[in-house]
């Protein structure tokens, strides 16, 4: 090759010449990509901000003040325990806003943003038991909070205590690469032809069919509430400051559960949380051990609208 028949000299300023370049084109490089993930992360974040049919999640942060006179939050076992047509049958405007997956993490977020869309709510349900056992945060629904997080302080602060803010926060795009799955390509583009998923029919509530069967067998022995939880103390602070009936409730679990005696120290150590997890306790009423299917639910909700409504 022509390079070995130079001198010394002119190899180096070759090198030298090659070097430059190659810089350059690196420079160039990673400012075209941050370009990108900079114009990427604007029009990702500028579909959620336009979702109102998708979620519960992006419901409420695209929506304006609302006046309700039961809000239910929670994980799955208030999304498919609480019958929320039931509340309205009574005449009580009511959403179930109990996520899947989620913990109490999520359940303390979703009414902070309530609270700052004026959201006049007289009582708040709380499912809160086994969600009791942590303060994490379920990154599969914590995910869903995500495109706003230059958008609301509410959800920048919630999120300040995780291990990854700053790359969530200062990288761009970073959260919707990590997330795919949850706030991606196919998520934003379900949400950029306003296709519904059926999250907000019935009122939030989740029903389950008596004849599909999960898992009926469950051993918590090892489960333990933690004797101060972060965030149902922050839901139960914020109800007690803009004069919301904070309802606690431990909802109903099979008969096959080993390690019962779990909602015994929940009831220790949170005394104002009512216990109702014998109110339901036939197998025939529940489609996991966990969760109740729709027969079972009524029947708990009927319970529930007598004690409290």
Not at 78 to 96: D, I, Q, R, S, Y
Not at 120 to 135: F, G, H
Not at 164 to 180: G, T, V
Request: hydrophobic fraction near 40%; glycine fraction near 4%.
């Amino acid at each position: 090759m022509w390079f070995f028949y130079l001198d010394k000299l002119e190899r180096n300023k070759v090198i030298k010449l090659i070097m430059k370049q190659f810089l350059l084109f690196t420079i160039k490089t990673i400012i075209i990509f941050l370009l990108l993930a900079v114009v990427l992360d604007v029009l990702y974040t500028y579909v959620f901000l336009q979702s109102k049919n998708r979620g519960k999640i992006e419901t409420v942060f695209n929506s304006k003040a609302q006046k309700y006179d039961v809000v239910i939050l929670g994980s799955s076992r208030a999304n498919n325990h609480f019958v929320t047509p039931m509340f309205e049958e009574k005449g009580l405007k009511a959403f179930n806003y109990g996520m899947s997956g989620g913990h109490l993490f999520e359940a303390s977020l979703m009414l902070k943003l309530m609270i700052e869309r004026k959201y006049e709510i007289k009582n708040l349900i709380l499912e809160a038991d086994l969600n009791l056992a942590n303060d994490h945060q379920a990154e599969g629904i914590s995910a869903k909070f995500l495109p706003y997080i230059h958008n609301s302080d509410v959800v920048k602060k919630h999120f300040e205590s995780q291990e990854d803010f700053k790359e969530l926060y200062y990288i761009p795009f970073y959260r919707y690469i990590k997330y795919d799955s949850k706030i991606g390509f196919r998520e934003t583009f379900f949400t950029l032809i306003h296709k519904k998923t059926s999250l907000l029919d019935n009122q939030g509530y989740y029903p389950l069919l008596k004849h599909k069967k999960g898992n009926m067998k469950n051993n918590i022995v090892n489960l333990n509430p933690l004797v101060h939880n972060k965030y149902y103390e922050e839901i139960k602070a914020i109800c007690k400051a803009n004069n919301i009936n904070f309802i606690a409730v431990m909802t109903p679990m099979c008969e096959n559960v080993v390690g019962m005696n779990y909602f015994d120290k929940v009831k220790k150590a949170y005394p104002e949380i009512h216990n109702y997890e014998n109110a339901v306790v036939e197998n025939n009423y529940f489609s996991s051990c966990g969760h109740m299917n729709d027969e079972g639910a009524k029947f708990f909700t009927a319970r529930i609208l007598k004690d409290f409504f």
